[in-house]
């Protein structure tokens, strides 16, 4: 990260990566009892007669604090249809997982029974959780009603999407900034094969004082000539999205890609590329702090929501995301090659259109 980046987003930059870490590994919620568990408690829990190795250093996780908004209003009621449960997902405590399998051993005292049953208490409530997640991560369908979205975990909210008490900044400040981050995009050597197969990095198009930010894969060769994302074929179509589908006009909205470089012969970008950039668009989105995300293709739904769900199963409904609203669906360079998935693009385009308040055209069955 630059120099010039404000300390609290450093940290909190920092603790992020080590939270999607955390989740890629299997772990999705943290037991309070990994925060507050009593040095006597621990100790009553051993076997009789067992002796434990001294460490020089006691490691403790530190408990995460998040500014998450309340929700707002009351959600309409659903169908089974409308509603997919959330998985199972492991990383409970090793502890908790060790209690359950093997119950109490032979000869543990009624402390050590104690501790268990508060620990097998905070798994059952573990699971509560994961089978009622908070609605600040549930996704509103369609026709309104709440669906869970399985793969996002709420250790993983980005820095962009929580709420903020600082003043948002003014228009002439977002630029100044997306300047400094453009400059050091420009000079970033992070990732080599991207370096010696690029000819400039493209960092964004469109209006920073937009509500809603398109965001996208990568570059192409277009793009990779002119320095501005989607200005190709998948970028004329995307225009027409924005101009005829939604009444906009380009330089109304927010254009950028997960990735700045373009990847040779347009292949899809590796984990590390992905990895490598992501500081650069989470700050590109704190200084912008849209509210609504439009993914287009799996990479970048991928990438802002921290999961490895498929579009098919992300697409068609509006996960909350914290204080963000964002819709999934396909990119434009997939519907140049599959034009059938037109339709469920537009379908999801109207889904963000009623949430951002934009009026939404009749059926061409139904104009007069």
Not at 14 to 30: F, I, K, S
Not at 133 to 147: K, N, W
């Amino acid at each position: 990260m630059g120099a010039d980046q404000p300390f609290e987003f450093k940290i909190r930059s920092a603790l992020r990566q080590v939270l999607l870490d955390l989740r890629l590994a299997g772990v999705t919620h943290l037991p309070k009892a990994c925060f507050g568990r009593k040095a006597k408690d621990r100790e009553a829990a051993k076997p009789e007669g067992s002796v434990a190795p001294t460490l020089p250093v006691e490691f403790r996780a530190p408990p995460v604090e998040l500014r998450i908004p309340e929700p707002t209003g009351e959600p309409r009621s659903t169908t089974p249809e409308d509603v997919t449960t959330a998985e199972s997902t492991p990383g409970v405590s090793a502890g908790v997982a060790v209690a359950r399998e093997t119950g109490r051993p032979t000869g543990q005292s009624p402390q050590a029974s104690d501790s268990l049953e508060r620990s097998r208490g905070a798994d059952r409530a573990l699971k509560s959780q994961e089978r009622e997640p908070p609605a600040q991560f549930a996704s509103v369908g369609e026709q309104g009603g709440l669906v869970t979205d399985p793969g996002f975990s709420i250790l993983a909210l980005p820095v962009w999407a929580q709420e903020s008490t600082v003043p948002p900044l003014s228009g002439e400040e977002k630029r100044q900034r997306l300047a400094a981050l453009e400059a050091r995009v420009a000079k970033c050597t992070r990732c080599p094969e991207l370096v010696a197969n690029r000819s400039r990095t493209v960092f964004s198009d469109g209006n920073p004082d937009s509500r809603l930010v398109f965001i996208g894969e990568a570059p192409g060769a277009e793009e990779d000539r002119q320095g501005l994302p989607f200005v190709g074929r998948a970028g004329q179509l995307l225009t027409d999205i924005i101009t005829k589908g939604m009444g906009l006009r380009r330089e109304d909205v927010y254009i950028c890609n997960v990735i700045k470089c373009r990847p040779p012969e347009n292949r899809t970008p590796t984990p590390t590329e992905v990895t490598n950039c992501r500081d650069f668009l989470d700050e590109q989105l704190a200084i912008i702090r849209p509210e609504f995300i439009c993914c287009l293709g799996s990479v970048a739904a991928q990438r802002i929501l921290g999961t490895k769900q498929s579009m098919t199963r992300l697409r068609g409904k509006v996960i909350r995301l914290g204080r963000v609203r964002v819709v999934c669906t396909y990119h434009p360079a997939y519907l140049l090659r599959n034009p059938e998935a037109k339709r469920e693009t537009w379908e999801d385009i109207k889904l963000l259109m009623r949430e951002m308040g934009l009026p939404v055209p009749p059926p061409r069955g139904h104009q007069r």
